[in-house]
C-alpha cells in the first residue's frame, strides 16, 4: 500500500469497504438468514432456493437495463462522482433495512435484497471505471488484483464479528436468538460499508471525461446510438464482453449460491459460515499472485487458467457429498475467485478509450449483470426440476467451455490498445 499514490489506495480501499456487503449479504449470513425464514414460512428448501435465484436475476435485470445509458451520461464531467454516491446510498441504506424488517416478513426481506442488488451493482459500474482515473495502464493489472485482495482481507473483520455474534446466540452464550445475531451483522455490514468509503468519495475523482453539454441525458442516449453505430470499430473488445458474458456468468453463480447449495447438502450454517471466511483469507494471496502472474504470462493466459480452474470446480460439484467435500471446492473457488475477477476489470480497462470509460464499462456491467440472471435461474430451475441442487451447478460447466473457446479469439490487450490509438 506504501508504493501506492492517494487516489490508488482510496480505490484500492472501496473493495474493502464493499466486500462486507460481497460475504455477508450476498454470500454468508443472509441468504442462510432468508432460507431459515422461508423454511419457517412453510417453504421447501429447492423452492426457496429458486425464488433465491429469482430474486436476484430480477434485480439484475433492472440495474443491466439503465447502465450503458448511465455510463454514457456519467462521461461528461462531474456525472461519474454522483452516480457513484447515489447508489452506494441507496445499498447502505437498504442494508441497513435487513436488519430491521421482521424476519417473519420473508418477502419483504427478499425485496430489500433486491434493492441492495440494486445499489451495489449500480455503485460497482462507476467504481470499475475509475480505474482508468486513479492509475496507469502499466498498473492496472496490480492495482486492480490489490483491490481484491484488500475486499478479501477487508471483509474478514465485519464477517469475523457477525460469525461470532451468530455462533455464540446459538450456543447461548450471548442472550440473543439467531435471528437478532444476524440482524447486528447486516446493521455492522451497513456501518462497515459507509464508513470505509468515506476515502473514496474525498479522494477519488474523474480525470477523463467529456465536456458537459446542455442535455447530457438525451445525448448520453446520442452518444450510445454512435457507439453502436461503431461497433465494428471496437469488436475486440465486445468479443471479449461475449466470453466475458458467459465464463463471469459461472463465477458469479457460485459464489451468490454457494449458501444455498451447501445448506440443500445438509451442511449445517456454522461450518458453512467458517469455510466461507476460510476462502475469503485463501482468496486474499491468490488475487495477487494472478496479477503478478498476469504482468509476466499476460492476463488473458492467466484468465484461461482461471477458467479450467471453474470447470473442474463445476465437475467437483456433482459428486459432492461431505463438509470435507465442500471445503476442497471452497478451497478451489479460493484460488481463481478473485483473481480471474480483477483480471477480467483490468483486462477491459485497458481496452476502453479512457474518455468513454464510463460508457465501456456500462456495457461492461451490463454484460456482468445480465450474466448474473442466467447463472442463478438455471441453478434455481434445476434444482427446482430435478430436486438436487448438484445437477444444477454442474450445467455451469458449459458456461465456462463457451467463455473460454470465445476469450481464445479476443486479441492481446496490448495490440487493441494500439489500434484504439490508431482509430482514434
Known amino acids: 500500500m506504501s508504493r501506492m499514490t492517494k487516489q490508488e489506495k482510496s480505490w484500492v480501499f472501496y473493495d474493502w469497504a464493499n466486500s462486507a456487503y460481497s460475504i455477508l449479504i450476498t454470500t454468508a449470513v443472509f441468504p442462510l438468514y432468508f432460507k431459515a425464514a422461508a423454511k419457517e414460512a412453510g417453504l421447501a428448501g429447492a423452492t426457496s432456493t429458486a425464488y433465491w435465484g429469482y430474486a436476484n436475476s430480477f434485480a ?26 447515489f447508489f452506494f446510498a441507496l445499498g447502505v441504506i437498504f442494508t441497513f433495512l435487513l436488519a430491521v424488517v421482521p424476519s417473519s416478513q420473508w418477502m419483504i426481506l427478499l425485496i430489500c435484497y433486491m434493492v441492495t442488488v440494486i445499489g451495489f451493482g449500480g455503485t460497482n459500474i462507476f467504481y470499475d471505471a475509475f480505474l482508468v482515473d486513479v492509475t496507469t495502464e502499466e498498473r492496472m493489472n496490480k492495482i486492480s488484483s490489490r483491490g481484491f485482495a484488500m475486499g478479501y482481507i477487508g471483509s474478514t473483520i465485519p464477517f469475523i464479528i457477525g460469525i461470532a455474534l451468530i455462533i ?43 465536456e458537459r453539454v446542455p442535455n447530457p441525458v438525451s445525448n448520453g442516449f446520442k452518444q450510445l446510438f454512435i457507439t453502436f453505430k461503431k461497433i465494428k470499430l471496437y469488436r475486440p473488445l465486445f468479443l471479449f464482453l461475449l466470453a466475458y458474458f458467459f465464463y463471469i456468468d459461472g463465477v458469479n453463480t457460485i459464489i451468490t449460491m454457494s449458501t444455498a447449495y451447501g445448506s440443500d447438502l445438509g451442511i449445517d450454517s456454522t461450518n458453512l459460515l467458517i469455510i466461507l471466511f476460510a476462502t475469503q483469507v485463501v482468496a486474499a494471496p491468490f488475487a495477487i499472485l494472478y496479477g503478478k502472474l498476469a504482468d509476466r504470462f499476460k492476463g488473458k493466459t492467466m484468465l484461461l487458467v ?3 480452474v471453474y470447470i473442474i470446480i463445476c465437475t467437483y460439484a456433482y459428486f459432492l457429498k461431505t463438509v470435507l467435500d465442500f471445503w476442497i471446492l471452497a478451497m478451489l473457488v479460493a484460488s481463481s475467485q478473485g483473481g480471474i475477477q480483477a483480471l477480467s476489470r483490468s483486462y477491459f480497462a485497458k481496452l476502453v478509450p479512457k474518455e468513454s470509460a464510463n460508457e465501456f ?64
Not at 439484475?60 to 454516491?85: M, Y
Not at 454442474?394 to 492481446?412: A, C, D, N, Q, Y
Open 60 to 85: 439484475t435485470l433492472l440495474i443491466s437495463i439503465c447502465a450503458p445509458v448511465l455510463g454514457s451520461i456519467a462521461d461528461f464531467r462531474g456525472f461519474k462522482k454522483r452516480f457513484f454516491t
Open 168 to 210: 455464540l446466540a446459538q450456543q447461548s452464550i450471548l442472550p440473543l436468538s439467531v435471528t437478532v445475531a444476524s440482524q447486528v451483522a447486516f446493521a455492522i455490514t451497513a456501518l462497515w460499508w459507509g464508513l470505509f468509503t468515506i476515502p473514496m468519495l474525498k479522494n477519488v475523482n474523474q480525470v477523463y471525461y467529456k
Open 306 to 308: 482461471g477458467i479450467f
Open 361 to 424: 464499462f456500462g456495457f461492461y456491467s451490463i454484460f456482468y449483470k445480465f450474466a448474473a440472471i442466467l447463472g442463478p435461474f438455471l441453478v434455481g430451475f434445476t434444482a427446482q426440476m430435478t430436486g438436487n441442487t448438484n445437477s444444477g451447478v454442474f450445467s455451469l460447466i458449459v458456461l465456462f467451455i463457451i467463455g473460454g473457446i470465445i476469450l481464445m479469439r479476443v486479441p492481446e490487450s496490448n495490440q487493441v490498445t494500439q489500434s484504439n490509438s490508431i482509430t482514434h
